[in-house]
C-alpha cells in the first residue's frame, strides 16, 4: 500500500478551531440589528403587551410544529437555496412582516419559523445527515436553543449539543416543548424590534438577516460537531468539553 493509499488522519483539534471560530463569530450578528433599534435585547420583550408575551410560548410551540409538517414538505417540491438567497427572502418576508406592525409580525412567525427549520435541514444535509430522520429531525428542532442573535451571548453556552432524549415516535414533540421556552423568549426579542415605529418594515428585514445567518451558522456548528464526532469517533460530550475550552480562548471577533 503506497502512502496515497493511506486514510487521511482527522485533526480533531484543527476542525475544533474551524467550529469554535464559526460559533464566535455568529454570536455577532444581531448587534447592527440592536444599534438600529435603539435598546438593549433584555429590554425588547417589555415593548410587548402583557396577552402577547402571556401567549408567546404556546404561539412557539404551534409554529414549530407547524415548521416540522411545512419544512419536510416543501423538501418535495422545492430544493435547498444557497445561503444567501435564503437570507433575502427572510429578509423581505421580515420587511412584509414588520410593515404592519405587531399583527402582521404574528402572523409572520410561523412562516419564518418554517424558513428557519428548512435552512437548519439544509445544513444538515451539506454535512450528509438525512433530514428525513426522526434523529436528524430531532437535532434540527434543538438548534433552536442556541441562544438567539440578539443576545449577549459569548458562544460559551454549548449545551444544546449534547442535551438529548430517548428518540421514539414522541421524541420530536418532546424536544419541541423543551426548546419552546428559549425560543419564545428569541422570537419575542424579533417580533418586538419588528413593532418599532417608523422602523417597522426595516427592522423586520433586519432581524429576518439576523436570524437567518444565526441559525444557519448554528445549524453548521451543530452537524459539524455531529460529524466530527462519528468520524473521530469521539463521545459528543467529549467533543462539547473540548469546543468550550477552545471557545473560551478565542479573542473577541
Given at each position: 500500500m503506497s502512502k496515497d493509499d493511506l486514510p487521511i488522519k482527522l485533526d480533531v483539534d484543527a476542525e475544533l478551531e474551524k467550529i469554535a471560530r464559526r460559533y464566535k463569530a455568529a454570536s455577532g450578528v444581531g448587534i447592527n440589528v440592536l444599534n438600529l433599534i435603539g435598546g438593549q435585547a433584555e429590554n425588547l420583550l417589555d415593548r410587548l403587551p402583557a396577552s402577547v408575551r402571556k401567549q408567546l410560548?404556546?404561539?412557539?410551540?404551534?409554529?414549530?410544529?407547524h415548521a416540522m409538517t411545512a419544512a419536510s414538505k416543501?423538501?418535495?417540491?422545492?430544493p435547498d437555496q444557497a445561503s444567501w438567497l435564503n437570507t433575502a427572502v427572510s429578509a423581505a418576508m421580515g420587511a412584509a412582516g414588520g410593515a404592519g406592525g405587531l399583527p402582521t409580525a404574528l402572523?409572520?412567525?410561523?412562516?419564518?419559523?418554517?424558513l428557519l427549520l428548512r435552512v437548519i435541514e439544509g445544513?444538515?444535509?451539506?454535512?450528509?445527515?438525512?433530514?428525513k430522520s426522526?434523529?436528524?429531525?430531532?437535532?434540527?428542532?434543538?438548534?433552536?436553543?442556541?441562544a438567539g442573535p440578539l443576545a449577549n451571548d459569548d458562544g460559551s453556552d454549548l449545551a444544546f449539543l449534547t442535551t438529548r432524549l430517548a428518540l421514539s415516535g414522541k421524541a420530536v414533540q418532546a424536544v419541541i416543548?423543551?426548546?419552546?421556552?428559549?425560543l419564545a423568549v428569541v422570537m419575542g426579542q424579533k417580533l418586538a424590534a419588528q413593532t418599532v415605529p417608523v422602523l417597522g418594515a426595516v427592522a423586520g428585514a433586519a432581524t429576518n438577516y439576523a436570524y437567518t445567518s444565526y441559525y444557519q451558522e448554528m445549524a453548521h456548528v451543530h452537524f459539524a460537531l455531529r460529524k466530527l464526532a462519528i468520524e473521530a469517533d469521539i463521545a459528543p460530550e467529549e467533543l462539547n468539553k473540548r469546543l468550550a475550552v477552545?471557545?473560551?480562548s478565542l479573542a473577541p471577533v
Open positions: 410560548e404556546g404561539a412557539t410551540v404551534k409554529a414549530l410544529d416543501s423538501r418535495e417540491r422545492v402572523a409572520e412567525l410561523p412562516v419564518t419559523t418554517t445544513v444538515a444535509v451539506e454535512h450528509g445527515f438525512d433530514p426522526e434523529s436528524v429531525r430531532f437535532d434540527c428542532v434543538q438548534v433552536f436553543s442556541a416543548h423543551k426548546v419552546a421556552p428559549r477552545r471557545m473560551k
